[in-house]
């Protein structure tokens, strides 16, 4: 859900919104009640939007029509299928029982926008159909942004479970919960209304029953892990003053938390003039006296959403903190623990918005497996999405585990047999491989597509032929800065236009609007992860594995700055011939595999790149 939609803070009186995305391909569950209003937006165009309810009578002009049935759509494992079949299982629902229509079309216009309105509860599933992108029809499915208006009076949603909880814990706001944790289990914080820190304490529970406490130690785990605060990936744990780490970060959907204050304490507020005000370590000390835990005058708690920072004076400063409505951390217990958590008490600076919320813990068991990300936001208003791996990762993460997060991926900076230095001489003598996947794609199609494209970047696109590509700029009227980008041209309408920002979809889409053009200019990210394979003996290693047909250039035809329509492993695409399968081999031992999902590519020939992950 999108903070700026809903403050922070208890539940308005007037009318409130919520907002969900729905990935293209994928689906999406909610619950409406009698006066909810739902709005779907199709920010891109062209993609149609099924909508599926339990009960028609319940939704105002409801007329069912014949679409694709909900499961079929299931069966097609889109993201967020699994968790609208839990919902549906949980309400006792047969997804084949639900009434479905198309809200919006396929032919629609980017900013499209229907809406449906409840006159009774009801479960509704938005779903943005579409299947992989076809190479030669720019067809990706694109996201559906949902938006919810609840009527007056109604409080904000938890998110959804990422699982079946174990435990479901809310700590109020300005108290204190103590639970127990068994080793490999998760232990998910969530913030519900946004910028609400939540003081977390962790003890070895084995150690506790002989009567000595080791807990969480941040000046221990700042110098192990060699930053502020552990994130997801390698350098992930927290540990004990023992130097052992009693848990690992999995998840974490802010990105700004504190290890360097003391959870609130009576201290704090008497000096600043509010003597006998509720504070954290006297929650802690209260719900922790009997466990055994003696009392702190101020408890050393990992601080999460705490928004501070040392600044150029030395000082540590603090501000209100990042978390939106239902931002979370996902921890895993390397150990059996006893552990707490509180809802800071502070409503006298910016450290909880001005005004202290509820908390939610979570506890999943440890047979779930939950993947590692860190949220990304290509924008201010977008949707926080979990880092993600490109289809090429567990290729190249066999041979490195030096990997780091890069705009919304897992991208590896360097394998572990080599080195970056080895590699730099590779990539100028020999060959290397880098997946390129973050890079932003955007399909540009339909009539006005050069004229779009003449007018926003700074090449001549009337010069680009069919099977050319172009590097340029994109730049504001006054000449500022955009993105770079590369550009092909597909066909006469048809163009890629691969750059570094998500924001430049959303300004070509802007102009395009502006000077109303009959084009299309669509996300085709996820569809389109690539590898580039730079280097002098590139076009000689490519040329042993891939196949193009009799209208397209081979590799060693390929002349500067031209490109072709390529396959791995020969005409079918399916079958790896013996000495494809010899070359790959060959190449996975010196410098990564190049991953068999990828069965088709767009080849590109031009000067060695700079590179840009």
Known sequence: MDASLLPPGPSPTTAARERVVVRGGGMAALTLGAGDRLTVLDPEGLQPALVFVTDGDAVEDW???SVETLPALMDQGGEGSAEVARLLAENSCAPASLAGRALLSRDGGAGATAEIVAQADVLVVVAAPGGPMSPDAQDAPTDLIVTVTRARGRGRPLPSPLAPPKLDVRVPAAEARAYTVKAGDYIQIIDVDGRQCADFLAFDAAALETGEEFGLDATTTRTLMGAAYPGPG????YYDERQLPLVEVIRDTVGRHDTFALACSAKYYEDMGYPGHANCTDNFNAVLAPLGIRERAGWPAINFF????????NAITMDEP??????YVLLRALTDLVCATSSCADDIDPANGWEPTDIHVRVYDGAENF???????????????????????QSLAAHTRNVVEYRGFWLPTCFT???PIAEYWACREKAAVMDLSPLRKFEVTGPDAEILLQRTVTRDMRKLAVGQVVYTALCYDHGGMIDDATVFRLSPTNFRVVCGEEFTGTWLRTKAAEWGLNVHVRSSTDQLHNIAVQGPLSRKILAEVIWTGATQ??????KWFRFAV?????????RWSSRARAIRANWASRSGAIPRTARRCLMRCGRPARRRA
């Open 306 to 313: 705490y928004n501070t920072a040392v600044d150029h004076t």
């Open 63 to 65: 007329e069912a029509a």
């Open 322 to 327: 990042w978390s939106r409505p239902g931002d």
């Open 417 to 419: 047999g080599e080195g």
């Open 234 to 237: 390698l350098h992930s744990r």
């Open 566 to 574: 390529a396959r791995l492993g020969g005409r079918p695409g399916r």
């Open 553 to 558: 250039p081979a590799i060693t035809e390929l």
């Open 371 to 393: 993947s590692k990300g860190i949220a990304f936001r290509m924008s201010a208003d977008a949707e926080p999405r979990l880092t993600r791996e490109s289809a090429f990762h």
